[in-house]
Every structure is written in C-alpha cells, then in structure tokens.
C-alpha cells in the first residue's frame, strides 16, 4: 500500500511527497495510485468501467456505499489526482446547507467563466436529512456538479430516490483476509511512510488476530498495528517481536470488532437465524460465538431464540418455546460470562429439531383476510346470548356443544365468506 512521492497537489490539503510523519498511519499508507489500492479489484482492476470513467476524467455521478476503512475515501482521492474538473471535498459531519449553497455558487461562477465543471464529494452523505438532500438536487440535474458521495449506510434508506436515480452506486465489501494482510506487511515494511523503521514482526498468531480485529477495516487495522507496534518493547535483538499475547495485552480487548448497530449487526443475526433454520448447529454456533465475541447484549439473542422457537419450530416441537423462554430467564438470571452456556444449549436444541412454520404461515394469511375482508360479522351460532333480546335475535342458535356432540367441531367457525378457508396446514398433517 506503498504511496507514490510525486510532488502533485493533493485536493484535499496536503501536498502529496510531504505527508507529515506525524500523521496516523491509515492516513500516511493511503494509495496515491491504482497500482497500490488492494481489495476491491472487481470494481477498480483496469478493465472495470469504474476505473475507466477515472482515468478517462469522464465520471459522472456516482455513490460509494461501504463498511468503515473500504477505500470509500481512498477512492475519491484517485478521482482527485485524475480529473480535469476542480474537485471540492465537503463533510456532511461539519458542513450544512449553507456552506453547500456557497460551494455550488461557486461551481456555477467557474462553469460560466471557463467550463470548468466542479466534482463535489460529499463524505457520510447519509448524515444529510432527505429535506436537505434536495439541495443537490437542481445542481446534479443542471451538471454544475458532479456528486461523488461516500456513505457506510444503505442508501435505498438513507438517500433520497430522485438523487439515486441519477447516481451511479459502487458497492464496496468488507476488505478481505488477503488484502488486510498485504496491507498490513506493506505498513510494517515501509520505512519511508510506514513502520519499517520500528524493526517490527508479528507472529502467525498476532497476524491472524490483527487481521481478525481489522474485521474488513484497513483504518482500524492500521491504527491497530500503529499503537501495538509503539507500544511493544525493544528485544535483545533489537526488534519488536508481537505475539498473540502482546497483541491481546496492547489492545486491551479481545481480537474482534463487531458493530452492534450498523449492518454487520443485521448481517450476523441473519446468518444464526438462518443457520437455527436450516438445522445447521454447528453454523448456528459459529454465528453465536461472532456476536458474544463482538459483545453482543445476551438478551437481544435470547429473545430472538423465543420469536425463532414459534415461528420456525412450532408445534413440530412445542418444547422448542419452553426451552427458549427458559433460556432468556437463564440469561436474565445468570448473566454472562455463564449465560453464552445457556444460549450455547438453547442455539444446539432448536437448531436439531424439526421445522413447521404453519402456524405463523396461517397467522398471516389470516391477518391479509381480516385486512382485505374487513369486518366481517360474527356468525350467530357463535355468538353469546347473555340477554333475552339477544337470544331473540338469534344470537347462539345452532350452536352444538362439543362435550355433549362429538360431532359439533365440524360446525362452521368462519364467517360464510371464508368458508371452508385453511389457514392452519401443519407439515405432518
């Protein structure tokens, strides 16, 4: 991840070949060229229409969505080096509307004065609210500027349909196993930018562990590795051996980073609940361990154990609800560490039973009825004559009871116009 020393401008303030030493070492490692970015080469190898529109100075506007330290940024500082266009960077964290307004008056005095068109990037776009959004709107439309924005947040939710619709959106992934190990030995070998001259090595165990806590994040890994590094002493040999021991020790916490209210979040839970559907213990428990790892709240998984053990198990094994609502006691009475024990044997037993999800299939076949249908009466056989002018009307006439008629569960409990309607289809039935 070696930077390129050119002395070129660098738009977004710091002259490119000058990168202060005391800058933090994601900043420092970031890639000035193509040739140095790593880990997302389905979208930025040199066949890829996106990198085209780059280096071809033709890019219109377009959304970067990705996870945390993805090149959501490193990739608007490639555009920055390419484009023939006044690139402008503008933070949706520090900016609002009105410095957005002075920004685009000023792109409109350039495209009127010498063509110059204006490249804006937005970073974390999503922070603006959808009224605010609409600023950009009018600007895109016209080709004053060119929007490039970076956001970690899905944005079918958080950007506005009309600018999407006009925006090209690049998804980034979570970076790789294999490219956060070549960006870690890279920053450790790199004497100019890097750590090369702290003289430092990492063991299997560290580097897997690092990379671990990396989680597809090149910034947190960098600024991982940077503290580790400056913090582990000098050996006989004049290096600084990292084992998985001082890494555990420098970190102060375990080797795992888990977002406990972005996407990751919905990700992993969606990953043990399909796992718990598919019979699959040993996923279920895997995807369990991720989220108490990542410290996830014990609870927020016990009660989803409760929704899976009616929704997925049923009546297939109606001790799948005991058991899941005695775990969620367990965890509220015991607490961690001890209550990943009750998870552990609540994840295993319903992730080995059978599976019926009729009586949730039925209840919402019912609910799409009773919405549809509307209020439909109440058949009179089935209603109560607690006065004698509702017996008079009608009301419980017919009516058989089971207990004296062993016949009268055939009578008709639906109104006439669902008739014969089956909402409840167990798998054995």
Do not use: C
């Not at 390419?82 to 008056?105: N, Y």
């Not at 490249?119 to 004053?144: C, M, S, W, Y």
């Not at 590795?225 to 420098?250: S, W």
Request: glycine share 8%.
């Amino acid at each position: 991840m070696a930077a390129s020393r050119d002395q070129t401008s660098d738009l977004f303030g710091t002259p490119e070949g000058e990168i202060p030493i005391e800058a933090p070492l994601a900043e420092r490692m970031r890639p000035r060229e193509f040739v140095d970015f790593v880990g997302q080469e389905d979208i930025t190898a040199v066949d890829r229409p996106l990198r085209r529109a780059i280096e071809a100075d033709q890019l219109s506007s377009v959304i970067f969505w990705g996870p945390p330290g993805s090149g959501k940024t490193t990739l608007a500082h490639l555009i920055a080096r390419r484009t023939k266009a006044q690139f402008v960077p503008f933070s949706a964290v520090t900016g609002g509307v009105p410095e957005l307004r002075a920004l685009i008056k000023t792109a409109e005095q350039r495209q009127s004065i010498n063509g110059q068109r204006t490249i804006l990037f937005v970073d974390e776009i999503h922070r603006f609210n959808k009224a605010q959004q609409d600023a950009f709107l009018p600007h895109v439309e016209r080709g004053t500027i060119i929007l490039v924005g970076a956001t970690t947040e899905n944005p079918s939710f958080e950007v506005i349909a009309p600018l999407l619709s006009r925006s090209l959106v690049i998804v980034l992934k979570p970076l790789s196993g294999e490219a956060l190990g070549q960006i870690l030995d890279r920053a450790l070998v790199d004497s100019a930018i890097g750590l090369g001259q702290w003289n430092a090595s990492l063991s299997t165990d560290a580097r897997q562990r690092l990379m671990a806590y990396g989680n597809g994040d090149a910034r947190a890994l960098l600024t991982a590795l940077d503290f580790v590094v400056r913090q582990q002493p000098v050996g006989p040999d004049g290096t600084r051996l990292i084992d998985g021991a001082a890494l555990e020790a420098a970190l102060m916490k375990k080797s795992i980073r888990y977002d406990k209210s972005g996407e990751e979040h919905y990700n992993v839970i969606s990953a043990y609940i399909k796992s718990l559907r598919d019979s699959d213990p040993d996923g279920a428990l895997y995807w369990l361990a991720r989220m108490l790892e990542g410290g996830e709240d014990p609870k927020f998984i016990a009660r989803r154990l409760v929704v899976f053990a009616s929704e997925d198990v049923g009546n297939a094994d109606p001790m799948g609800l005991v058991v899941a609502a005695a775990v969620a006691q367990a965890v509220q009475f015991v607490g961690l560490p001890e209550a990943q024990i009750n998870l552990a044997q609540g994840t295993t037993y319903l992730a080995t039973r059978q599976k019926d999800n009729a009586s949730y299939v039925g209840l919402l076949e019912a609910m799409e009825d009773a919405k549809t249908q509307g209020n439909i009466g109440v058949p009179l056989h089935l209603r109560n004559a607690v006065t004698s002018m509702m017996k008079g009307l009608g009301y419980g006439k017919g009516y058989r009871y089971v207990h004296d008629d062993p016949q009268a569960k055939t009578q008709d409990h639906l109104p006439e116009a669902l008739k014969g309607h089956r909402y409840y289809r167990p798998k054995d039935a």
